[in-house]
């Protein structure tokens, strides 16, 4: 397994930018495909955003399509979360989480599939 730790969530007003990251550590980053979730209080972890190992392939929830981009840089063994236009329902703690993949552009999106995950980041969007 791989060792994920999340960090850049704070607290932003409606409109506004936060950018996530999430830095990977114990094992070979480039071939995990990753993903990012969200849990509000009182919810179920939700998917947000998932990209494969060689960047080329992502996914996103409707919810967050056209706001969100998810990117890595395996160099780094960081994937990074840039979020826009925020709303006060993107309020949540976001988690990392990491899966090895055999194929390249694999992308994974649903939480079961995912066997290594991060502490969390709170992020709240004021209103």
Request: proline share 2%; with cysteine.
């Amino acid at each position: 397994q791989v060792q994920l730790v999340e960090s850049g969530g704070g607290l932003v007003q409606a409109g506004g930018s936060l950018r996530l990251s999430c830095a990977a550590s114990g094992r070979t980053f480039s071939s995990y495909a990753m993903g990012w979730f969200r849990q509000a209080p009182g919810k179920e972890r939700e998917f947000v955003a998932a990209i494969s190992w060689s960047g080329g392939s992502t996914y996103y929830a409707d919810s967050v399509k056209g706001r969100f981009t998810i990117s890595r840089d395996n160099a780094k063994n960081t994937v990074y979360l840039q979020m826009n236009r925020l709303k006060p329902e993107d309020t949540a703690v976001y988690y990392c989480a990491a899966e090895e993949t055999y194929y390249s552009e694999d992308v994974l999106h649903t939480k079961g599939r995912f066997g290594s995950w991060g502490q969390g980041t709170q992020v709240t969007v004021s209103s």
